[in-house]
């Protein structure tokens, strides 16, 4: 079992920045691959970024943050971030960080979700 919070989302104005942290805690964070998700209201959920577990992290992003959006991970204090710039009204969302075991496809551990709104 591995729990999980985000924190770090707000309001911001249009081409703003925020940084979202999810902590875990629970089982050996190193087990994980990580990802960072939203849902906006009346859309389906998406990955936009994702990181595998170790050193040499290979990383994942969707086409729609390629470019503004890092994700990064601190495996000494169990933490992974999501560095958001140039942010759009279009990325408001509640966003959520998920964790995948290394041998499952798919994640199964999901935090709480955080609020970002993007106004124009």
């Known amino acids: 079992q591995v729990q999980l919070v985000e924190s770090g989302g707000g309001l911001v104005q249009s081409g703003g920045s925020l940084r979202l942290s999810c902590a875990a805690s629970?089982?050996?964070?190193?087990?994980?691959?990580l990802g960072w998700f939203r849902q906006a209201p009346g859309k389906e959920r998406e990955l936009l970024a994702a990181?595998?577990?170790?050193?040499?992290?290979?990383?994942y992003y969707a086409d729609s943050v390629k470019g503004r959006f890092t994700i990064s991970r601190d495996n000494a204090k169990n933490m992974v971030y999501l560095q958001m710039n140039s942010l759009k009204p279009e990325d408001t969302a509640v966003y959520y960080c998920?964790?995948?075991?290394?041998?499952?496809?798919?994640?199964?551990?999901w935090g709480q979700g955080t609020q970002v709104t993007v106004s124009s």
């Open positions: 998920a964790a995948r075991p290394s041998r499952r496809n798919e994640y199964i551990y």
């Open positions: 629970g089982r050996t964070f190193t087990n994980y691959a």
């Open positions: 990181i595998s577990r170790r050193s040499g992290y290979s990383t």
